[in-house]
T-cell receptor, first 114, second 112 residues
Framework: DAGVIQSPRHEVTEMGQEVTLRCKPI?????LFWYRQTMMRGLELLIY????????DSGMPEDRFSAKMPNASFSTLKIQPSEPRDSAVYFC????????????FGEGSRLTVL | DAKTTQPNSMESNEEEPVHLPCNHS???????IHWYRQLPSQGPEYVIH???SNVNNRMASLAIAEDRKSSTLILHRATLRDAAVYYC?????????????FGEGTQLTVNP
């Protein structure tokens, strides 16, 4: 299995631009998570989905952030408009409901907003 | 989520055992203890988890205190590749789909 696949791995953009991060979870997994990691705040859970339905988006920082999961094999995290404080590494992770503990993380998307 | 306390950093020598402690004095009876690690420039990686009994797998061992208020992750022979940030996390059993809250973790340095 290829694992959780994220794209792009690196993105540099200017303030005000729209950013879209993509994630392909492991086939058959029914939970998908978006995390953000910064030096100041560590790893934060932004939102998670179960069977493509958003369950908890309380970690989404503000309305500029949105996430979708149109099908079981694809999710996007969108920032519009982006700001320098959004610079971080964004991780996607997936797991199976029956799984008692193992989250599988992607390699992350490093976002720099100038 | 109940809180865990870990040392900010630890050092070890290559090929020696490493004991990474974690305190979780407010753990509830149904909380699982999870350990993840994050190598440089990578996403977190599952290491091991347990509830009450000690656990072993190919990566490590997890020793859980009898009162469950602390646990220790044991790497039996550290290698340079084990240098990473190690996170001790509590997950409520009723929490859906392994929703995990990460703390600051312990930065492990392995000296050659």
């Amino acid at each position: 299995d290829a694992g959780v696949i994220q794209s792009p791995r690196h993105e540099v953009t200017e303030m005000g631009q729209e950013v879209t991060l993509r994630c392909k979870p492991i086939s058959g997994h029914d939970y998908l998570f978006w995390y953000r990691q910064t030096m100041m705040r560590g790893l934060e859970l932004l939102i998670y989905f179960n069977n493509n339905v958003p369950i908890d988006d309380s970690g989404m920082p503000e309305d500029r952030f949105s996430a979708k999961m149109p099908n079981a094999s694809f999710s996007t995290l969108k920032i519009q408009p982006s700001e320098p404080r959004d610079s971080a590494v964004y991780f996607c992770a997936s797991t199976l409901m029956a799984n008692t503990g193992e989250l599988f993380f992607g390699e992350g998307s490093r976002l720099t907003v100038l | 989520d109940a809180k865990t306390t870990q040392p900010n950093s630890m050092e070890s020598n290559e090929e020696e055992p490493v004991h990474l402690p974690c305190n979780h004095s407010t753990i509830s009876g149904t909380d699982y203890i999870h350990w993840y690690r994050q190598l440089p420039s990578q996403g977190p990686e599952y290491v091991i988890h347990g509830l009450t009994s000690n656990v072993n797998n190919r990566m490590a061992s997890l020793a859980i205190a009898e009162d469950r208020k602390s646990s220790t992750l044991i790497l039996h022979r550290a290698t340079l590749r084990d240098a990473a940030v190690y996170y001790c996390i509590l997950r409520a059993r009723e929490t859906s789909g392994s929703r995990l809250t990460f703390g600051e973790g312990t930065q492990l340095t392995v000296n050659p």
